[in-house]
């Protein structure tokens, strides 16, 4: 076995941070390490928790590690920082996160930028994930700022997803539970202590009464978490997080779910794997000769429409497909 | 000339709208439509604005639309929604929108939601643009929240970015700057009457004195907007934002930088259409054989990993390219 392989399969941190550093910067040889990786993967239960920004994320994410710590669970957190594409996640990174949990060697937290723009964030997190399930960590925490495509197909990546909600957020908010709605296993009512989180809670339930979602055996909770400066209600209230993502795990292996969800997760890596496979090398080879360039000028001089353009490329690039 | 196309150029609000639904649900047709309309396009301002959800962003859209309108320019606002990749953004649509303007005939607003995983937003909003470009529109407004590297794709098609900002919104929001402030070429600290508001402030102009943006001739400039809901200084605010934004129009045109906002524009566009014209067809045809399932079972069976997949794949569609 590589020795990077046996070091990050035997729990070592450095490999594992460069790997993820290597994953993170699009290192070639990455790729070819994860694929070996593979082979040791699949056995961790990955939590997604996503939710507006200011939503208190990464303060339940740590009360969650707390929680779950007390069970003598490993954990690796993956903070998704797709807000950040260009300085790379620097400000927001592993150093002021978390900083209660850097001495427990059972506990990993890496955080994720994304960079470039041919949405490899979400390629990225799965193969991050991917270093943590091979580190053999019990409890991999998947946190993202829940707003976008970009991050439902991160959170795809995830068996459970909890989307975090907070009262009084304005009308793209509530809005937003509409999407949030088809992927929320769990949802939690943060800052439960302020004004409007009774009235968010009767209309989330309403909207789950009405919701198909509840036909298949699992009504998403809703957990109101209070005051964070609160120890004592806090504690209680996020104890009863963890709680209810253990039943929801619980739930996932008796009714054959979780299966479902590896599938899913499945199809999303192929996805992601194939969308950059593909356009990676045209988009190389098109800005190494400068076409790509040439193309731009022709676009906005009027003198040509970028379906055509896309189409001629295409045409030199794909093989005629044989009918089956 | 095609008869669509002959009355969106003419700027029927029917047939505008028909072709940026059709756009929005990928209907085949829209495309070649859109081909065809590519010669009459290119004469409007585009301005993007973004911010949090939250932040007011379609209060400002609102208040801007006002103060163009009385210089009798004819607008046409897209408001991306990126929020509901479900519900197709029928929760957030035209009707609740800037009911305002409904009448007014210089005003066509729309709304356009994700649809699908492959990254056709961006793609939509340059197409949806292109139709009210055709429709003679002095300005366009798109709107969206502004988080990830999706939401900079869809603002890269505008020539001139507004950056919504409020003050106490969090830490996230915060480091959210960073990656804003190389996009933004106006920010607006809305909801200024609130505490903090000064400190953001501050802090933005410290930022922005570090960054090396400034060097360009353009300083990103700070504008204050007060509580929507005390008419007289909102007025007066939003009155001052329409006029940083038109000095900025100057400023592009003037220092040759609109060449190159077009340039990007057009770059962007040719990445966006080269995106689905090379992954489509393959999704499609991998989805029709039920390949993708069986890739999807062996991946979760840990027979395969997702990159030898994708390269295998990628070798049965791709032609040996010759090297020059």
């Keep these: 076995m590589d020795s990077t392989i046996k070091k990050i399969c035997s729990g070592d941190v450095r490999s594992a941070s460069r790997l993820i550093r290597d994953i993170e910067d699009k290192i070639p040889e990455a790729k070819a390490k994860i694929k070996k990786l593979y082979a040791h993967t ?33 954990i690796g957190v993956l903070a998704v920082d797709p807000t950040s594409p260009f300085t790379g996640g620097a400000i927001l990174g592993d150093r002021i996160r978390m900083q209660r949990h850097a001495e427990d060697p059972g506990v990993f937290v890496r955080s994720l930028a994304t960079r470039g723009a ?16 091979a580190m053999g ?23 459970s997803v909890v989307v975090v909600l907070v009262p009084g957020m304005g009308d793209e908010i509530q809005t937003m539970k509409a999407g949030l709605m088809e992927i929320a296993d769990i949802f939690v009512i943060n800052k439960a202590n302020r004004a409007g989180a009774k ?25 109101m978490v209070g005051d964070a400066f609160k120890p004592d209600t806090f504690v209680k209230d996020t104890a009863k997080l963890t709680q209810k993502i253990e039943e929801h795990h619980v739930y996932l292996q008796q009714s054959g779910k979780l299966t479902e969800r590896m599938h899913r997760k499945a199809m999303a890596e192929i996805k992601d794997a194939l969308s950059s496979c593909l356009l990676e090398p045209v988009f190389e080879s098109l800005t ?7 193309f731009a000028e022709k676009i906005k001089s009027g003198k040509a429409d970028p379906y055509s353009v896309a189409e001629e490329i295409t045409q030199r690039f794909f093989k005629k497909q044989d009918k089956k």
Excluded: C, Y
Excluded at 205 to 217: E, F, H, I, Y
């Design 42 to 74: 699949g056995k961790s239960f990955i939590i997604g928790i996503t939710g507006a920004p200011g939503a208190g994320k990464s303060t339940l994410t740590d009360a969650l590690i707390t929680e779950l710590r007390k069970q003598n669970k490993t």
């Design 118 to 133: 041919l949405g490899g964030l979400s390629q990225a997190v799965g193969d991050a994930i991917h270093v943590m399930e």
């Design 137 to 159: 960590k019990d409890i991999i925490i998947v946190e993202t700022v829940g707003i976008g495509q970009q991050e439902i197909d991160i959170i795809n990546h995830a068996h």
């Design 199 to 223: 009235q968010l809670q009767t209309e989330l339930t309403s909207m789950l009464n009405l919701s198909s979602k509840t036909a298949d055996g699992w009504k998403p909770p809703i957990v």
């Design 288 to 294: 190494a000769s400068g076409e790509l360039e040439h």
